[in-house]
Nanobody, 123 residues
Framework: QVQLAESGGGSVQAGGSLTLSCTASGDTYRRNCLAWFRQAPGGEREGVAGIYTDGSPRYADSLKGRLSITRDNGQNTANLRIDNLNPADTAMYFC?????????????????WGHGTQVTVSS
């Protein structure tokens, strides 16, 4: 079983930036994908970004240009930076894990999930 711990959420004003961190532990494979999803109240869970062990990133087209995802394989941690935040970015952000290369950023492709960290952007 894989455990995922998210951190870095909080409240920020529009135009600001935030970095979220996700650390995987437990029965992780050496080559894996760590990804971020988000879900606004009443909305569906949508993919944000993912990163494979070799550092290859995958970004949601709608958010490209405002995102940067990096990872530290020694710590099995992925960090997601979001720039130029706006109120539409307000959501619960979840970390997800999958063995192997990053699949398309759809929830159905990921089996292991963290509990989420809240991001609230005020105008």
């Amino acid at each position: 079983q894989v455990q995922l711990a998210e951190s870095g959420g909080g409240s920020v004003q529009a135009g600001g930036s935030l970095t979220l961190s996700c650390t995987a532990s437990g029965d992780t494979y050496r080559r894996n994908c760590l990804a971020w999803f988000r879900q606004a109240p009443g909305g569906e869970r949508e993919g944000v970004a993912g990163i494979y062990t070799d550092g290859s990133p995958r970004y949601a087209d709608s958010l490209k240009g405002r995102l940067s995802i990096t990872r530290d394989n020694g710590q099995n941690t992925a960090n997601l930076r979001i720039d130029n935040l706006n109120p539409a970015d307000t959501a619960m952000y979840f970390c997800a894990y999958q063995t192997g290369r990053c699949p398309p950023l759809l929830p159905k492709h990921f089996l292991d999930w963290g509990h989420g960290t809240q991001v609230t952007v005020s105008s």
